[in-house]
């Protein structure tokens, strides 16, 4: 399949949109670090959102019918795991889902065990809540970032321990776990009577034949102890639109949720509904040449990388390359990298400051013209 596609190609002029992804750095920077796309969202969406908008009212929305069936469906087809309606949990957003479930399902003191470094919201969650921050180190393992599972079971085994945080596919580090390795996470789970938090919100972004296995997938046990948090946001480029769902299949811990959340997280977007169901009903057209597009990037990257004294350990899924800069013993790398005219993110944010991670959902002409600065700044200081 050819990947030159005009709409992936084409350069976007953000400076003008409010985006914070571009405001953060000088005009002279570009900006690759918060997982916003710069890409333009699918004509389905488009046309969805401009149908709504026409009709000129926006009073308060309910779920409507065809969101459910249109999430059952996408569940469904690319992930066999057939959910009940009942069992939606529809949120404005995933980050504050997370935040609530810390505050939900357990108690001051209490331990959160969570593998990272990691996506910085399933770290703060806890903290901010006065909960005990239980880490667990993501070591490479035959090219893969996956959790030290002797750890782990340690963590897991604090008699304080009440909840697993899990990122799963992890960012950063792109890994995607396999059935047998959710089913180890699954067996400490069970073992010692843990909720299980599960951010999957980069399912839809797999580059490699790889299968996703929504951890509640797994069996009924896992079914019945699980928070699964997932949305189109990431995969669609609509995160501004603020929509995201959780699937609880238990009912005391969905019952807990929602009468913990009445009065404090509103209700979606009246036009994430819409945009939404436009993107699992019409979007996979889009969304099929998005993943062949990012593959490429990911590939063109990685060729990049191998050049120099930098490192970058294969990436599954997301477009978020967790890059290795230990290797030039820097007090800072983050500023080396902002200095060279790259916008990256600091590695000390997710739980290591040799890392800084790289967004390369975007245009492959930039991704070149970043690569290119990185490449002149290592020459330029001696590192090549």
Same mark, same amino acid.
């Given at each position: &399949?050819?990947?030159?596609? +005009?709409?992936?190609?084409?350069?976007?002029?953000?400076?003008?949109?409010?985006?914070?992804?571009?405001?953060? /750095? #000088?005009?002279?920077?570009?900006?690759?670090?918060?997982?916003?796309?710069?890409?333009?969202?699918?004509?389905?969406?488009?046309?969805?959102?401009?149908?709504?908008?026409?009709?000129?009212?926006?009073? /308060?929305?309910?779920?409507?019918?065809?969101?459910?069936?249109?999430?059952?469906?996408? %569940? +469904? =087809?690319?992930?066999?795991?057939?959910?009940?309606?009942?069992?939606?949990?529809?949120?404005?957003? $995933?980050?504050?889902?997370?935040?609530?479930?810390?505050?939900?399902?357990?108690?001051?003191?209490?331990?959160? @065990?969570?593998?990272?470094?990691?996506?910085?919201?399933?770290?703060?969650?806890?903290?901010?809540?006065?909960?005990?921050?239980?880490? @667990? !180190?993501?070591?490479?393992?035959?090219?893969?970032?996956?959790? !030290?599972?002797?750890?782990?079971?340690?963590?897991?085994?604090?008699?304080?321990?009440? &909840?697993?945080?899990?990122?799963?596919?992890?960012?950063?580090?792109?890994?995607? /776990? =396999?059935?047998?390795? $959710? %089913?180890?996470?699954?067996?400490?789970?069970?073992? *010692? !009577?843990?909720? @299980?938090? +599960?951010?999957?919100?980069?399912?839809?972004?797999?580059?490699?034949?790889? #299968?996703?296995?929504?951890?509640?997938?797994?069996?009924?046990?896992?079914?019945?102890? =699980?928070?699964? %948090?997932?949305?189109?946001?990431?995969?669609?480029?609509?995160?501004?639109?603020? /929509?995201?769902?959780?699937?609880?299949?238990?009912?005391?811990?969905?019952?807990?949720?929602?009468?913990?959340?009445?009065?404090?997280?509103?209700? #979606?977007?009246?036009?994430?509904?819409?945009?939404?169901?436009?993107?699992?009903?019409?979007?996979?057209?889009?969304?099929?040449?998005?993943?062949?597009?990012?593959?490429?990037?990911?590939?063109? $990257?990685?060729?990049?990388?191998?050049?120099?004294?930098?490192? &970058?350990?294969?990436?599954?899924?997301? *477009?978020?390359?967790?890059?290795?800069?230990?290797?030039?013993? $820097?007090?800072?790398?983050?500023?080396?990298?902002? !200095?060279?005219?790259?916008?990256? +993110?600091?590695?000390?944010?997710?739980?290591?400051?040799?890392?800084?991670?790289?967004?390369?959902?975007?245009?492959?002409?930039?991704?070149?013209?970043?690569?290119?600065?990185?490449?002149?700044?290592?020459?330029?200081?001696?590192? &090549?």
């Amino acid at each position: &399949m050819d990947v030159s596609f +005009s709409v992936f190609d084409t350069l976007i002029d953000r400076s003008n949109m409010s985006s914070d992804k571009w405001s953060k /750095y #000088p005009e002279s920077v570009i900006p690759m670090w918060i997982a916003d796309m710069d890409f333009d969202s699918p004509d389905c969406i488009k046309k969805s959102l401009n149908q709504r908008v026409n009709e000129g009212v926006y009073g /308060y929305t309910h779920t409507p019918k065809a969101l459910v069936k249109a999430i059952k469906s996408h %569940l +469904s =087809t690319r992930y066999d795991w057939d959910v009940s309606g009942a069992h939606l949990v529809h949120l404005p957003g $995933l980050v504050c889902a997370l935040h609530l479930s810390v505050h939900v399902f357990s108690n001051e003191g209490d331990g959160i @065990v969570v593998p990272g470094p990691v996506y910085y919201h399933l770290t703060k969650a806890p903290l901010a809540s006065g909960r005990d921050l239980l880490n @667990v !180190d993501i070591v490479i393992q035959n090219g893969r970032w996956v959790p !030290d599972m002797t750890q782990f079971e340690v963590a897991c085994a604090n008699p304080k321990s009440k &909840m697993i945080l899990l990122c799963n596919p992890h960012n950063p580090g792109g890994t995607v /776990y =396999t059935k047998e390795e $959710l %089913l180890s996470i699954h067996a400490l789970a069970e073992k *010692y !009577d843990l909720v @299980v938090v +599960s951010d999957e919100i980069h399912c839809d972004l797999i580059l490699d034949d790889l #299968p996703h296995v929504p951890f509640a997938s797994l069996n009924d046990d896992a079914a019945n102890r =699980t928070i699964t %948090l997932m949305a189109p946001s990431k995969t669609f480029n609509i995160a501004g639109l603020g /929509y995201a769902f959780a699937v609880i299949e238990n009912a005391k811990l969905r019952q807990a949720f929602n009468q913990e959340r009445a009065g404090l997280i509103p209700s #979606p977007n009246m036009l994430s509904l819409a945009a939404t169901i436009a993107a699992y009903e019409e979007g996979q057209e889009w969304h099929k040449e998005l993943l062949v597009y990012l593959k490429s990037n990911r590939d063109l $990257l990685a060729k990049r990388i191998a050049a120099t004294p930098l490192k &970058m350990v294969h990436l599954e899924a997301t *477009y978020l390359a967790w890059i290795d800069v230990s290797a030039l013993s $820097l007090d800072n790398p983050y500023q080396f990298f902002v !200095d060279a005219g790259v916008g990256v +993110s600091d590695g000390k944010d997710f739980g290591n400051p040799n890392y800084v991670r790289l967004n390369f959902g975007c245009p492959k002409s930039i991704l070149d013209q970043a690569m290119t600065r990185i490449e002149e700044a290592l020459i330029k200081h001696k590192f &090549m």
